[in-house]
């Protein structure tokens, strides 16, 4: 059984490499369905629901991983959002709980706050209905009930990004939040803190800007950096802060002065890396927190197969000038 067990995970690991991905259109529900096979897994449904788009350049890539597995396992998975172009907790809730009622064989949820979301995702379990969370919620999923957890441990992962920083120099930074009162957010935010700090004694400064509006986060940074001359370093949470921020240190005629760092991947980023005006993007790999749950949920429901330990890290890793060509051919696949 233990052999079985390891060439099940060398399977799971290995396929988003060697299989093409495939994806979908829709930003509020998408459908990916099984071309047959086993009849056993052929009536499988679960249902991926999370707080981001799946038009948003990160969530795409988690939508095409669960395209990818549903296909390759043979099963049915239904990805939805909420419309809003920033998270709705309570809209997310309502997904969550209509999913349950409809008696579904597996839900993938993220958990941006787990005190909105806690009871529809326990309401979920308790219909005896496994749960697999993923990107954020790592610090309560196990509390909830849910069968493992697939992301990274945010607070680890802003530690790691403040001792990159320190080591590059920056001692005064800025912590651009784009999704003010997600909670995994305040833990990067927080462990970029403490890694600054162990780095060289740095300080942050933490400001919030809207998602859904470029041009006004473009001003927020700007205003942030006239205000105080002193910052020489920012991280940002994700895509969304770093286009805006790559945009504003162009007009500040501070592009390449003022050290800069991102969470997560994008074109514009990876462009940013590439050319030298960004020092490295934190990578969670979030097309495996879309193709592994939809893995894991099969395996339980047709083996019960079940993973020993609470969280299933796919990050922190680090795309640096060393490897950014390299990931730069692998998302035109959409994979990264």
Known sequence: MQRLFKKLIILVVMLPFVLAACGGSSTTSNQSTSNGGNSARSNLKFYVITHGQASDP????VKKGVDQAAKDMGVTANYEAPTSTTFDVVAMSHLIDTAVAAHPDGIVVSIPDPTGLGPSIKAAVAAGIPVISINSGSDV???LGVLVHIGQTEEQAGIGGGLKMGAAGVKHALCVNQEVGNAALTLRCKGFQEGLT???GGTVKVIGVNLSNPTQTQQTIEAALQHDT??????TL????ATPTIKALQDLNKLGQIKLATFDLSSDVLNAIKSGQMLFAIDQQQYLQGYLPIVLLTLYKTNLNTIANDILQTGPGFVTSDNVSQVIQLTAQGTR
Request: hydrophobic fraction near 40%.
């Open 141 to 143: 999923a196990k509390s």
């Open 230 to 235: 002193s910052i020489d370093g920012i991280l």
């Open 198 to 200: 162990q780095a060289d």
């Open 238 to 241: 994700g895509p969304t802060g």
């Open 58 to 61: 990160f969530w795409s890539v």
